[in-house]
């Protein structure tokens, strides 16, 4: 963080040579081209964003330049997120301001802020952003603003299917997972917080699907994906299912099923490494071996929740098959 701010600049070049060694944060600040996020990553999310905009440049130095020229302004919503350490889904959205007075807009394009009318005075924490001071809403109010935005559709992001959920839930869903999650909150905190920024008929669905298990946004997907197989057959099922042998902890699975054994596991990109991989191969033999049914998932893979589901519901058919003869 330390070095996109020192990175932030007034432009000062001719106009291509600005174009190809520095990135616009906002009408007056920039940071180096190489500081720039991921295109291919940049083009997907800017296909679902609500207004097809692309963000180029991070959350954190985008809100850095916004808040330079709006002091007493509020980091609210998607740009609060991030500051609270939920920071998944801030990178492709708008930057959100609150404001008690003054304009009031949607960004149109990628160096503008939206900026809401909210009077926030005695509700807003104190934090700081490199330099600055910044007013940003609490967290509970944060999570609850943007539970509300993702159901309402105001940020969208990419997510794999999940059969019979509409998208909008589903993203709804990954947002209170990662503020259970990073601030150890429960369903109840999230209902006495709700009124008035969110109607209990609209949070309910969410919160009855949510879960603190899940450590990131694939480990959402993974479990309501295999939640839908599991609540077809008739299976119990819960997050983190600690696995032990002779009494001895041997892995902690994503989700799974005790009783039939079936442990389900999500590999991100630290899987990739050698290390990691002969780790996670020997205790997955070593599980196997004592007759758990292992499934290992990927990032692809969760694109085709119709071929790994049919793959579980068939495993479960067998077990219970095997343990009836």
């Known amino acids: 963080m330390e070095a996109a701010f020192q990175a932030l600049m007034f432009p000062a070049e001719p106009a291509d040579e600005f174009a190809r060694r520095f990135r616009l944060v906002s009408p007056d600040l920039c940071v180096p081209a190489e500081s720039a996020r991921n295109e291919k990553l940049v083009m997907l999310q800017g296909d679902v964003h609500p207004r ?119 993203r709804a869903v990954q947002v209170a997972d990662r503020f259970m999650n990073r601030w150890q909150v429960g369903p109840e905190e999230f209902r006495s917080c709700a009124t008035p920024l969110i109607a209990a008929g609209k949070l309910e669905p969410v919160l009855r699907l949510a879960d ?58 630290h899987h990739l490494k050698r290390s990691q991989r002969d780790k996670d191969f020997a205790r997955r033999h070593q599980i196997q071996s004592a007759g758990w049914t292992v499934i290992v998932l990927t990032a692809g893979m969760l694109h085709e929740p119709e071929r790994w589901s049919a793959d579980l519901a068939g495993y479960i058919d067998r077990i219970r098959a095997r343990n009836a003869g």
């Open 212 to 269: 603190a298990g899940a450590e990131s946004v694939p480990e959402t997907t993974t479990r309501l994906q295999a939640a839908t197989v599991f609540k077809e057959k008739g299976c119990t099922w819960t997050t983190q299912l600690g696995i032990r042998i002779d009494g001895r902890l041997i892995s902690v699975a994503d989700v799974g099923c005790a009783e039939l054994k079936i442990a389900i596991f999500y590999d991100g990109e």
């Open 52 to 170: 097809r905009i692309r963000y180029w440049v991070s959350a954190v130095d985008r809100l850095y330049a916004h808040l330079s020229v709006r002091p007493r302004a509020v980091a609210a919503v998607w740009s609060a997120a991030m500051l609270w350490g939920v920071d998944e889904f801030s990178d492709s959205a708008d930057t959100v301001l609150f404001n008690r007075g003054g304009d009031k807009r949607v960004a149109r394009h990628s160096l503008e802020s939206t900026v809401l009318r909210r009077d926030t005075r005695g509700l807003t924490w104190q934090t700081t952003l490199w330099d600055l001071h910044v007013q940003v809403t609490p967290p509970m109010m944060t999570a609850l603003h943007c539970i509300r935005s993702a159901l309402l559709g105001t940020h969208r992001w990419p997510v794999p299917a999940v059969p019979g959920l509409d998208p909008d839930l589903v």
